[in-house]
């Protein structure tokens, strides 16, 4: 129809209202394995008058696979810092794509005078049989037709092998918890919590943050968030010689259990001392007196005896608690979330005050200071992307990495306005140096900067103009309790699949043929490839090599 304009685009592709940024993929074959989601979008212009409806008929043999949302735009109230690189897609405050929802009931809206987007996901499961499969997708408006678009899905005679490193999105569940506004451990708070946990093992995060207490992260000091500790406290007797503490598991065996279900490989347990320099206690609640209260927070002092003699007793019936429930060897520990060097004396005296009890478990911080690691005090460093060279110069034997809000200059991240191949490149960097974990801090977190108060994340993506929108969480809290996806967290997801190609490639032909493949073009986290090209080619040349040199 001459009033209708459509085009097929990549899911790299970040498609604004005024149709910039639109890029049409010339390749119109999708290639993947047993067990990966294919994604692409049909973007399409309106020209005519009014708003109208369009609707859309899928033709294919693998019709049952073929899944279809709407890309909806979002308000971007900040969506970047002022310092930053070149290669934001926009810089002004806006309405941009992130959200997937379901289509409404008339159809997909046609919008006059703009381009929208059409999401298409290709879920090729265990069980389908390798070869091609044709896709047709009929549009039509009132009974008219609108278009056709076609592709073709291949699928390899392999399958996608598991994420070989942990992932984690850190999730916020006392934001479920208000957003829904149920009680927490509530029959419909431990539902909501599943679907958003079975969310993010769908897109390939397999590590769940596990509040055994309130997470003291992003926090004002002085104030708190929602409680939802997990472990039961009971203060039993209290004198001269010290306070004797009793210890209730019931809930955090309810949420591994949820985890395990749903899929979760991995649990790191909330951080034991408060963020930025583990100065004081996390909120802890527990029964005194017949009184559920607060025993310890900011007020204590995180290297004082009263706190120091309560984790000589909760850390080792904790280590119980987690051998009868299978997944010791699974767990990973946080002292406090990003301390700097002015924190270093602060850090460890926490690290010295748990260090004998969790001698046999993982520790893990995000911190971007060397010296930390040099002196012993952490593990398991998770570096900061930005701030890599002197840990890959003299490198631990376990390095991960992070981004967040002030990674925001020439390396990868997920913001909203950021090019979708500078969230997806991160998959190739992770093999590419061989890093053993990456985790963000913001899976579902709506609340402003520091907790100040709620937000609501279908008005507010930047925690009240604090992050770069995006930067707090990947999903929207959607109706029913269920979240709804946004287009960062499938590349994330797509990201994580690369890398899981890339490692299923090297146990065919070698990690050095693979690095052949990559290394075609500088690919550091610095400078890579400023398009989506590289990326869809990269995939295309690994899948074709595994079909060639066979995996099943």
């Not at 073929?66 to 969506?79: A, N, Q, S």
């Not at 900061?384 to 002030?406: G, M, Q």
């Not at 690369?498 to 065919?508: F, G, M, S, V, W």
Request: hydrophobic share 35%; with cysteine.
């Amino acid at each position: 129809m001459m009033d209708f304009e459509s085009k097929i685009v990549s899911s790299v592709c970040k498609v604004f209202a005024d149709g910039s940024n639109l890029k049409e993929m010339k390749e119109t074959k999708l290639t993947g394995l047993r067990g990966e989601t294919l994604s692409f979008q049909i973007a399409y212009r309106w020209n005519g008058q009014r708003k109208n409806y369009g609707t859309i008929e899928v033709s294919s043999p693998i019709k049952e696979k073929v899944r279809i949302r709407m890309v909806d735009l979002v308000p971007c109230e900040y969506p970047c810092h002022p310092e930053r690189d070149k290669g934001y897609l926009a810089v002004t405050p806006g309405l941009y794509p992130d959200r997937l929802s379901e289509l409404p009931g008339p159809g997909f809206p046609l919008i006059a005078g703009q381009w929208r987007c059409l999401w298409i996901d290709l879920a090729l499961d265990d069980d389908i049989k390798a070869g091609e499969y044709p896709v047709t997708l009929k549009l039509q408006s009132e009974g008219r037709p609108l278009c056709d678009a076609q592709i073709t899905c291949a699928v390899i005679d392999a399958a996608l092998p598991k994420l070989p490193i942990p992932f984690t999105e850190w999730f916020h569940s006392d934001c479920l918890a208000e957003y829904y506004q149920v009680d927490v451990f509530s029959d419909k708070y431990w539902k909501i919590v599943k679907e958003f946990v079975t969310a993010a093992v769908t897109h390939k995060c397999n590590m769940l943050l596990t509040p055994i207490f309130t997470p003291p992260l992003d926090t004002e000091v002085g104030k708190e968030r929602l409680t939802v500790q997990l472990v039961d406290v009971t203060v039993l007797s209290s004198g001269p010689e010290g306070t004797q503490y009793e210890f209730g598991f019931s809930n955090l065996r309810k949420w591994v259990r949820m985890a395990l279900e749903c899929g979760v490989e991995y649990f790191e347990f909330s951080h034991l001392f408060s963020q930025w320099g583990a100065k004081a206690a996390p909120k802890i609640m527990a029964d005194k007196d017949g009184i559920r209260q607060r025993i310890f927070g900011w007020e204590t002092d995180a290297s004082g005896r009263e706190y120091r003699e309560f984790l000589h007793q909760f850390l080792p019936a904790l280590k119980k608690e987690l051998d009868l429930l299978g997944i010791a060897d699974k767990a990973y520990f946080h002292i406090s979330d990003e301390p700097h060097m002015d924190h270093l004396d602060s850090y460890r005296k926490a690290w010295e005050t748990v260090a004998g009890e969790l001698k046999d478990y993982k520790l893990i911080d995000a911190l971007s200071d060397y010296d930390f690691y040099q002196k012993g005090l952490v593990q398991n460093p998770v570096c900061a992307i930005d701030e890599l060279n002197p840990f890959l110069e003299k490198r631990p034997e376990h390095l991960w990495v992070y981004y967040c809000t002030s990674q925001c200059i020439d390396v990868p991240n997920h913001f909203i306005v950021l090019p979708g191949y500078r969230t997806r490149i991160l998959g190739v960097l992770l093999y590419k140096y061989q890093l053993n974990g990456f985790l963000h801090w913001g899976y579902n977190f709506y609340h402003s900067e520091l907790s100040h108060y709620q937000i609501n994340p279908y008005q507010c993506t930047d925690a009240a103009g604090a992050f770069p929108s995006g930067d707090p969480f990947l999903v929207y809290p959607g109706p029913d309790g269920k979240p709804e996806n946004s287009i960062r967290q499938v590349l994330l997801a797509e990201a994580m699949s690369d890398y899981c190609a890339l490692t299923a490639l090297e146990n065919l032909i070698g990690r050095e043929k693979v690095l052949e493949f990559i290394n075609e073009e500088p690919v550091t986290f610095r400078e890579f490839p400023q398009d989506e090209t590289y990326l869809l080619k990269l995939r295309q040349k690994v899948n074709k090599a595994i079909a060639e040199n066979g995996i099943g």
